[in-house]
């Protein structure tokens, strides 16, 4: 053989070898570059955020490139949906926490364990926020954004109404909301709703201890004494105690921006534009979601997971290293405080930049606080969940008209909800 | 310009004045509030009164540093014009030969055409978007022009227009050896102003508009239009309200030129001694 | 037919007959639209309608399971079905008067005014103009009970301010309200259109003839007018589902109640919130079925009265 032959030769064996897994390569040296698809909905500081992070795993990992495509928070599963019929490339994707079941049945997903280092990488995520996703003892998806509920407080208010510390439990939220409004007519509280108010159900019934759908998500389980006595809290902050406007989610905001209502139960990933907009009109402050009496904190998480859907090949092992990459503490905490999602890692405090950041950042403690209390948000079944949310939200309509109790309208609308499922998810 | 064709009696046109200026007053006062917030600083958007104390440009800086306005801008004005240029001609075409002849099949054709007109495009996004897929035509213009060039509406409008059109004329033309595109050109088109002008503006903002489809589409900013860059821009800042009026506003402003260059061709009138051409 | 002849009586007015064209003509002025036609929009619906009978993710290497017509049974038994239904049926009904029959007397009415009903044109067609997005948006801050405008004038005056989105009637209230200021300029507009094709020479016509405007309104405008509302009242009623979807969708999401939700925005929810395809697919192509037969029917009963010639 010629020189030249043998050297052809190698240059086309090293790539396949090294693709074969027979030779150890810390980052991968292929011909041509390897394109990573992910999509996403990150825009404006987030999405920078975002890019900067991909731009340093790309500098760790020569010979991968990641294209990342930005796609509407609320068209982005019909999108990947679409990308996958139309045989188009796609590597990763922001997965909203509601759709994830959904994705699973449905989308060519790939366990994550496909990388035998997943376990350790997974671990580096706090505990309580992993578990959404797995399937059959495997990890389909990996913490990515979330935000969970806290307490906005209008603190000038507040003070108009003669409180000066910030309310812990429900009880005392109320007296301040009824205060607020005696004192200064004003409304007192409102409470996020989300998912046609599906969301906050699942919030004040969780807080209370109890459960709101069972793990296939086939069954509602706020048939119980905790699920009517949440319900009957919200349905009587606006019918008996008159402290909660009726008005969508973006009303609601709109009116603590504008400084008339005083405590605004919302996400914390809203946290840079209440600050935006409270500046120069009141002053802020947050408070941990408030507590049921003396039961523990218990708040659950909302937003999104990374999946994975390469096809078997450099692709999937380009892609793994990334989903490694975003686990490493200190990434996650860059992550975090640029863009306002709370930080994942357990112990993110034990990285001084993030401790100092936080030390500087007084409005972000209240999150972090509450990390500890915070679990995984509760998924609907694939079929049916708009039917079932629409009883869920009509439920909710007829509290706040004041048209029953709590303890008469749920169980109907339980029984409903449980029947809608049962018949679109045949088992 | 030639006198009002008809007039009112005293009781009848004050009535008309007091309602259409009630009309427009409920037109005036949202977009009031729409231009003013696009002016106010952040911690003003909230007041009240629709109009900044301090008024400021920073929403328009923050829109065209923070996205590609520019470009966005060119992708949108470039598309539009082609798509609704070709939009025109089609349903011109189309809707002569429903007009002017009878021909076997004619009924059938129209029906499906009205039929269209009946399906809910973002219903039946998935098989479209599969077939652009095959076609590669992603984050290019094709994908944003040619799926939707055939417009029912347009050609049901035409269509109205040009049965109204007095037959004998064509037919004159046609004896005197022009053919049927010559006739369409130099004799029908003429006096269909006012209808192609309202079409032009219609079709100008439907393209314009669009958001659902050209989302679909484009995976890249090169290839963005303006309402996906302003949608995009706001998925992050959706409660603010002053970046998105000002978004609002200048996604406005070309739509609004050519509505103004066209508004004054649909209330042209056929001159009394004859028809044009 | 005499062009130009002064009438007094009504002008007799019929369809015109033509004479029936052999020859591949017509198909060569047609062909541009019928291409796209087939490609972009019956493919697509043949598509679904095909998708409709199965059960299947759309997802290459997973075989489909024919369910029959299990899919249209979801959409018709399914709970949101019969409230979607009947305010479907409201707001097509409510469509008429408001953006098919008010706009017609406007347009006249502008069209008397000569160059000086320029204002009253452009002002009332802006709101054509401006995304519906961002129309929904505003009106919800305006309609705030808390921080909003209306709110704040009735509080000024000594009223309270309910939000009239948070009660089923009035909701669905508020979004035909919304929808038909959305569209009431261009409406007018194609009114306008209408009224410009007239031929003025027929009105002096008639007015040497000594009618009265009443008259002239009345046996020659009305008639030629109606190819035009023929078509609003077409247009209107198709789209009538659609028209109200970016309203329903941002400040309702088709509540409080299901008291405003429309067929159209209940099988949207079904193929893009739970990504239902075999029942989203049923419900498009029920969709389509309905607005074709209420089309037909309109037609069969309105185009004899359309007067085409003048």
């Known amino acids: 053989m010629t020189r030249v032959t043998r050297a052809a030769l190698l240059r086309r064996a090293l790539p396949a070898a090294i693709g074969a897994g027979l030779l150890p390569a810390p980052a991968v040296r292929a011909q041509a570059p390897i394109e990573i698809t992910y999509y996403h909905w990150q825009t404006g500081v987030a999405g920078r955020s975002l890019r900067g992070l991909l731009d340093a795993f790309q500098a760790e990992n020569p010979g991968v490139v990641v294209r990342d495509i930005f796609k509407q928070s609320d068209q982005i599963t019909a999108e990947i949906q679409s990308v996958v019929a139309a045989r188009r490339p796609l590597d990763v994707a922001q997965v909203l926490g509601r759709n994830v079941l959904f994705i699973q049945a449905n989308l060519p997903v790939v366990p994550l364990d496909e990388d035998r280092a997943a376990g350790e990488w997974l671990g580096r995520f706090a505990p309580n926020f992993l578990g959404l996703g797995d399937r059959g003892g495997r990890p389909y998806a990996m913490p990515h954004s979330f935000g969970t509920p806290v307490a906005y407080l209008n603190l000038d208010l507040l003070a108009q109404a003669g409180i000066t510390t910030p309310p812990a439990t429900w009880a005392d939220t109320i007296a301040a909301a009824l205060a607020v409004r005696e004192r200064t007519g004003r409304a007192g509280i409102a409470h996020i709703q989300t998912g046609n108010r599906d969301y906050g159900v699942m919030t004040l019934v969780l807080a209370n201890g109890g459960r709101y759908l069972s793990p296939d998500g086939r069954r509602a389980l706020f048939n119980s004494p905790e699920g009517i006595e949440a319900l009957q809290l919200w349905g009587d902050l606006v019918a008996r105690h008159r402290v909660h406007p009726v008005a969508n989610d973006q009303q609601l905001t709109a009116a603590f921006r504008a400084g008339q209502l005083a405590i605004h139960v919302n996400t914390s990933a809203g946290l840079q534009p209440a600050i935006a907009g409270a500046e120069g009109r009141f002053r802020l402050g947050i408070a941990q979601y408030p507590t049921f009496g003396a039961k523990p904190r218990r708040v659950p998480s909302s937003g999104a997971v990374m999946m994975l859907f390469s096809p078997e090949g450099p692709r999937r092992a380009a892609t793994l290293r990334l989903f490694e990459f975003l686990s490493r503490r200190d990434i996650a905490n860059r992550w975090s405080r640029e863009t306002g999602y709370i930080p994942l890692s357990a112990e993110p405090l034990a990285d001084p930049a993030m401790a100092r950041y936080v030390e500087e950042t007084p409005l972000v403690r209240p999150t972090i606080a509450q990390m500890p209390d915070t679990v995984s948000t509760d998924v609907w079944a694939p079929n049916g969940a708009v039917e079932a949310q629409t009883e869920v939200s009509n439920l909710v309509s007829a509290l706040w008209a004041g048209r029953g109790t709590a303890a008469d309208l749920v169980p109907a609308t339980v029984a409903r909800i449980d029947a809608i499922l049962s018949r679109l998810n045949p088992a | ?277 | 037919m005499d062009v130009g002849q002064p009438s007094a009586t009504p002008l007799a007015v019929v369809a015109p007959r033509r004479a029936r064209f052999r020859g591949l003509l017509p198909w060569l002025f047609l062909a541009p639209l019928l291409v796209p036609l087939a490609l972009f929009v019956y493919w697509p619906l043949l598509h679904t309608f095909f998708l409709s009978f199965v059960r299947w993710n759309l997802q290459p290497g997973v075989p489909m399971e024919f369910v029959g017509l299990a899919n249209y049974d979801g959409v018709l038994a399914s709970t949101l079905f019969a409230d979607a239904a009947w305010n479907s049926l409201i707001y097509v009904l409510a469509a008429i008067p408001l953006k098919v029959l008010l706009p017609l007397p406007v347009a006249v009415f502008i069209w008397s005014l000569g160059t000086a009903g320029g204002w009253y044109r452009t002002v009332l067609f802006l709101p054509t103009l401006i995304s519906f997005v961002i129309v929904a948006v505003v009106v919800g801050w305006m309609l705030n009970p808390i921080a909003g405008h209306v709110a704040a004038l009735l509080a000024n005056v000594g009223g309270g301010f309910g939000n009239p989105l948070a009660s089923p009637d009035g909701a669905i209230v508020t979004i035909i309200l919304l929808s038909g200021w959305k569209v009431f300029g261009f409406n007018v507009l194609l009114y306008l259109a209408g009224l410009a094709s007239i031929r003025r020479d027929l009105i002096e016509a008639m007015r040497l003839d000594g009618a009265s405007d009443w008259t002239i309104l009345r046996r020659l405008i009305w008639p030629l007018l109606t190819p035009t509302t023929f078509f609003v009242l077409i247009a209107t009623v198709i789209f009538s589902l659609q028209q109200v979807f970016t309203p329903i969708d941002i400040l309702t999401e088709g509540g409080p109640e299901n008291g405003t939700t429309n067929f159209f925005y209940m099988v949207y929810q079904l193929a893009f919130r739970t990504f239902d395809i075999g029942r989203g697919a049923a419900g498009t192509v029920l969709l389509f079925g309905l607005l074709l037969v209420i089309t037909l029917i309109k037609l069969r009963a309105l185009d004899k009265r359309v007067h085409y010639q003048q």
């Not at chain 2, 039929?115 to 973002?122: D, K, L, R, S």
């Not at chain 2, 039946?124 to 055939?150: G, H, K, R, S």
């Not at chain 2, 409008?157 to 007095?166: D, K």
């Not at chain 2, 959706?238 to 970046?243: I, L």
Request: glycine share 6%; with cysteine.
């Open chain 2, 1 to 277: 310009m030639a006198p009002a064709p008809i007039a009112f009696g005293r009781p009848w046109r004050v009535t008309g004045h007091i309602l259409c200026l009630a009309l427009c007053l409920s037109v005036v006062a949202p977009l009031v509030l729409v231009l003013g917030t696009a002016f106010k600083p952040a911690n003003e958007i909230y007041d009240l009164t629709p109009w900044p104390q301090r008024p400021t440009l920073a929403n328009f800086a923050r829109l065209l540093n923070e996205t590609d306005f520019v470009l966005y801008l060119w992708n949108s004005l470039a598309t539009t014009f082609l798509r609704v240029a070709g939009q025109l001609a089609i349903a011109v075409l189309a809707a002569y030969a429903f007009a002017r002849w009878r021909f076997t099949g004619s009924t059938f054709v129209f029906a499906l055409t009205l039929g269209a007109m009946m399906i809910p495009h973002q219903l039946v996004m998935i098989p479209i978007y599969i077939m652009i897929a095959e076609l590669e035509w992603f984050d290019t213009w094709a994908a944003l022009i040619i799926p939707n060039l055939a417009m029912p509406f347009a050609v049901f409008l035409l269509r109205q227009h040009m049965m109204s059109f007095p037959k004998e004329l064509l037919d004159a033309a046609e004896m005197d050896g022009a053919g049927p595109l010559t006739a369409l050109w130099r004799v029908m088109l003429p006096n269909l102003g006012p209808a192609v002008a309202a079409l032009t503006i219609v079709l100008s903002i439907d393209c314009w508009n669009e958001y659902f489809w050209p989302l679909l589409v484009t995976d890249t900013p090169g290839a963005r239009t303006v309402q996906i860059g302003i949608r995009q821009f706001l998925e992050e800042n959706f409660e603010d309200f002053g970046a998105l009026m000002a978004g609002v506003t200048v996604a406005s402003v070309p739509v609004l030129a050519v509505f103004f260059v066209l508004q004054r061709r649909i209330m042209e009138t056929f001159v009394a001694s004859g028809l044009k051409g």
